[in-house]
């Protein structure tokens, strides 16, 4: 066979996923021409995508041998992105633009890159360039769509889909993306509908699970919400030997913290139940909570997340609710207490905390978060003593713009963070961790939240059962914050009479 026809047949086995086949068959090129640029790069996708250790250096030869085939750098910025490095990653897409600026899949390559650094606003400027010279191309409009969603313009992304989906009706990508951007806009029965298209994925699943339990439908939502195993990070030992509720009589049950420090508060709550089943139990989670949930009361052994342990089943935090049967809001219990030492203290002015900023790694903390300055009417109130609870990489330059003393400065676990919370007459804070751990204490809450919040706090009311103690105060347009502040201040005023300061 001529060689051109060799290669023709190896990039043929290659897109049907017969990658053995084409491999040898680019090997058996290179033997003959190791210069051959496409059969380097292209080897070299197949290899680092197995993770050997000669992939990178594969496509390297390609792009030395071809520095202006854009196609090399971007399939190698994808692979260095799916590989974590990301620094890497954005530069070798950054030259792939520089090299072919109208490049639509150099432009989502890089815009991808950006995207997993929770930078948006860059992401989407990429995407538009890249629909200028494509508005057609459903992989654009299927990555704007999402980016566009993690902004919280769910109105914009909602328009962009329903464009894509006249063309392509059947591309889940777009299904799921609508389903997003309908659930931000609280339009849940179409989130839905268009979640329910899409069910053949596990994206789709998890999204229909996340809408209905915005709704309460607990019965339905919890197995459709086991569907984030099947794209999140787990063990694959852990997930053969899942624990589905069976009795585990007899045998060690691993429960793993999953997702948030918040997820992992409020999940705790049943281990109270899981201790009176006859098997050992243990609990795994991160080292800034392990002092904390080992004072949470049914708890058996507690166990830092590093650490590698022998069990028999095993069951991540957040299907705990599905497991033990948690089928209606009427049956969530309430949360677990803990056991801190905490000393009463006098004084003379009521003690409030905020919290403006939640985990910068969360996708869509940008939307949750409120702006410092937002916060700066609540402060006008003299007569009560305001404390910063934001703990983050920008804590001391924003408490110190609203001349907060910061009250986590020197805390290092949410143990300590606990303590400090129970000494508060109110904390005020926008959905973050130290909210779930404030509504555990049943210490009087405020929850400030933006239009599309976590299915915890529900879709709509001014409570929640998971924390009946916690008062939710409502975005009703996303990213407008001021009406909330306002409703804050009433709420504070009503608590904190000036006459009575």
Request: charged share 20%; with cysteine.
């Given at each position: 066979m001529?060689?051109?026809?060799?290669f023709e047949r190896a990039v043929a086995l290659h897109r049907q996923g017969d990658l053995d086949h084409a491999e040898r068959l680019y090997a058996g090129i290179l033997r003959d021409q190791p210069g051959h640029a496409d059969a380097l790069h292209l080897l070299g996708v197949i290899r680092m995508s197995a993770g050997a250790d000669d992939g990178r250096r594969l496509i390297d030869r390609a792009i030395a041998i071809a520095p202006e085939a854009?196609?090399?750098?971007?399939n190698l910025a994808e692979l260095l992105l799916r590989d974590g490095d990301t620094a890497q990653a954005e530069a070798e897409a950054r030259i792939a633009v520089e090299t072919a600026p109208n490049d639509g899949k150099a432009l989502r390559v890089l815009a991808s890159v950006l995207r997993e650094q929770r930078r948006y606003e860059e992401a989407c400027s990429l995407l538009q360039r890249a629909l200028k010279t494509d508005p057609s191309n459903i992989a654009t409009l299927v990555d704007i769509g999402a980016t566009l969603n993690y902004l919280g313009l769910n109105e914009l992304s909602e328009r962009y889909t329903r464009m894509a989906l006249r063309g392509a009706p059947e591309t889940c990508g777009l299904w799921n993306n609508l389903g997003l951007a309908l659930k931000g806009q609280r339009r849940l029965d179409e989130a839905a509908q268009a979640f329910r298209r899409t069910m053949q994925t596990p994206l789709?699943?998890?999204?229909?699970?996340?809408?209905?339990?915005?709704?309460?439908s607990y019965r339905e939502a919890w197995p459709l919400f086991d569907a984030r195993l099947d794209f999140m990070v787990y063990p694959e030992a852990a997930q053969q030997r899942l624990w589905k509720g069976e009795d585990p009589k007899g045998r060690t049950l691993l429960v793993d913290a999953e997702q948030g420090m918040g997820d992992t508060i409020?999940?705790?709550?049943f281990l109270a139940q899981l201790a009176r089943?006859?098997?050992?139990?243990?609990?795994?989670?991160?080292?800034?909570?392990?002092?904390?949930?080992?004072?949470t009361d049914g708890c058996h052994e507690v166990i830092d997340s590093n650490v590698p342990v022998d069990f028999d089943l095993w069951v991540p935090m957040m299907s705990l609710p599905g497991r033990m049967g948690v089928d209606s809001l009427s049956l969530v219990p309430p949360p677990a207490p803990l056991a801190l030492e905490t000393r009463p203290e006098r004084r003379e002015r009521p003690r409030i905390?905020?919290?403006?900023?939640?985990?910068?790694?969360?996708r869509y903390n940008n939307c949750r978060s409120a702006p410092v300055e937002a916060l700066r009417p609540l402060l006008d109130r003299h007569d009560i003593e305001w404390l910063s609870f934001f703990k983050g990489e920008s804590d001391l330059e924003e408490a110190a713009s609203l001349d907060l003393p910061r009250a986590l400065a020197d805390v290092s676990d949410f143990r300590e963070t606990a303590e400090r919370l129970s000494g508060l007459d109110l904390f005020i804070t926008v959905d973050t961790a130290v909210a779930n751990l404030a509504g555990s204490l049943g210490v009087p809450t405020i929850v400030l939240l933006n239009r599309d919040c976590d299915w915890r706090w529900l879709a709509k009311g001014d409570h929640t059962p998971w924390y009946p103690g916690a008062a939710l105060i409502r975005q009703d347009a996303e990213g407008d914050w001021a009406p909330v502040i306002e409703r804050t201040i009433a709420m504070?005023?009503?608590?904190?009479?000036?006459?009575?300061?």
């Open positions: 001529p060689r051109d026809d060799v854009t196609l090399y750098r971007t789709g699943r998890y999204g229909l699970a996340q809408t209905l339990l915005l709704t309460g409020m999940m705790s709550r089943l006859d098997t050992r139990i243990l609990v795994r989670v991160p080292p800034q909570l392990t002092d904390l949930v080992a004072r905390g905020l919290n403006w900023r939640g985990n910068p790694t969360f504070v005023a009503d608590r904190f009479p000036t006459s009575a300061c």
